[in-house]
Structure formats: C-alpha cells, structure tokens
C-alpha cells in the first residue's frame, strides 16, 4: 500500500478549510494515517523545500510557510500519490482544473493552500521529517462493525 505526505498550508488553516480538505481525502476512501497540528520551525521548513533552495520563490515560500500553524498528514490508498496531487489540482491555481482544491479554492501560486508530496521517495523523505515511524498508525478502515 503506497502513502504520500501532505501539508494544509497555513492560510488553508486560517480560513477554515481544514475539515473541507479532509473531507475530500476521506470521502474518495484515502486513509488517514497521520495527523499533526503543529508550527513548522526553520529546520522543518528548509529540510521540506531542500529541492526548491536558490529558487525565486524560495525565501517567500519558506516565510509563508513559517507565519501559521500547519496540518501535516500522512494519506494511504493504492497509488495515492498520484490521486492525491489529482484532488489538490495543478501547482499554479489558475491552471487547476475545477473541481480540485487549488481550482476551487485558492489564487496565487505560493498561497496554493497545499503541498503534496510528488513521488514515491518524496512522499518517504518529507513523511520522516515530521512523523517517526510509530505516529503512523495502523488500523482498519472496514465500518461495517460502526453502523
Ligand atoms: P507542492 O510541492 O507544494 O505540493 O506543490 P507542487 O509540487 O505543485 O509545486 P512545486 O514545484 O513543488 O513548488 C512547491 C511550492 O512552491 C511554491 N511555488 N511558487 N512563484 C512560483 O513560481 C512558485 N512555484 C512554486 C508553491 O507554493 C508550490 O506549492
Ligand atoms: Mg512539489
């Protein structure tokens, strides 16, 4: 079973659009195997946006990203990295298609609410920056037993 990592921005959480977000992994049926409310420090912030040091957009995207607290989730589901970057929607929200979190809900590039890992040694990399291994959790999503 494949697992990506994934972060509600800070603006996400300052306009509520925590449970919206969720909602849209929960209802496709993805797993939530992880889940922290946390204030990203600099450490975290350099070691996520390695990839992307020298670039442009760097120091205001790690600024962004360090003014609010963060949602850090980890997703599982067969090939979710991939169907998770399809729910979230292009990188440039004017791009986005309808439908998706950045078509329906975000307007700038850097502001885009979400970060999704884009590959399999990504998703494992930026996963172990904020949960060690025994924060995932394992269980069983069958409901039967609920209702
Ligand atoms: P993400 O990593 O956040 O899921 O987004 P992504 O793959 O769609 O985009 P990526 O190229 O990895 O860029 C990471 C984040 O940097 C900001 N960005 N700004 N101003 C710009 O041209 C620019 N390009 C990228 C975005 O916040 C993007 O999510
Ligand atoms: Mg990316």
Same mark, same amino acid.
């Given at each position: 079973?494949?697992?990506?990592?994934?972060?509600?921005? *800070?603006?996400?959480?300052?306009?509520?659009?925590?449970?919206? !977000?969720?909602?849209?992994? +929960? /209802? &496709?049926?993805?797993? !939530?195997?992880?889940?922290?409310?946390?204030?990203?420090?600099?450490? /975290?912030?350099?070691?996520?946006? +390695? *990839?992307?040091?020298?670039? *442009?957009?760097?120091? +205001?995207?790690? $600024?962004?990203?360090?003014?609010?607290?963060?949602?850090?989730?980890?997703?599982?589901?067969?090939?979710?990295? $991939?169907?998770? &970057?399809?729910?979230?929607?292009?990188?440039? *929200?004017?791009?986005?298609?309808?439908?998706? %979190?950045?078509?329906?809900?975000?307007?700038?590039?850097?502001?885009?609410?979400?970060?999704?890992?884009?590959?399999? $040694?990504?998703? /494992?990399?930026?996963?172990?920056?904020?949960?060690?291994?025994?924060?995932?959790?394992?269980?069983?999503?069958? !409901?039967?037993?609920? %209702?």
């Amino acid at each position: 079973m494949e697992r990506t990592f994934v972060i509600l921005k *800070p603006n996400a959480v300052r306009r509520g659009l925590i449970g919206e !977000i969720l909602k849209r992994f +929960e /209802q &496709r049926g993805i797993k !939530i195997v992880g889940l922290k409310f946390l204030w990203m420090t600099k450490e /975290q912030c350099e070691k996520l946006y +390695e *990839p992307h040091l020298g670039k *442009p957009f760097y120091n +205001e995207l790690v $600024e962004f990203m360090m003014g609010g607290p963060v949602v850090a989730i980890v997703l599982e589901a067969p090939r979710v990295i $991939e169907m998770v &970057r399809h729910i979230v929607g292009a990188t440039d *929200p004017l791009k986005a298609e309808a439908g998706t %979190i950045r078509g329906e809900f975000a307007l700038t590039v850097t502001k885009n609410l979400i970060h999704a890992s884009d590959s399999l $040694e990504n998703a /494992q990399r930026e996963m172990s920056i904020f949960f060690t291994e025994d924060e995932i959790i394992n269980y069983n999503l069958d !409901i039967q037993e609920d %209702i």
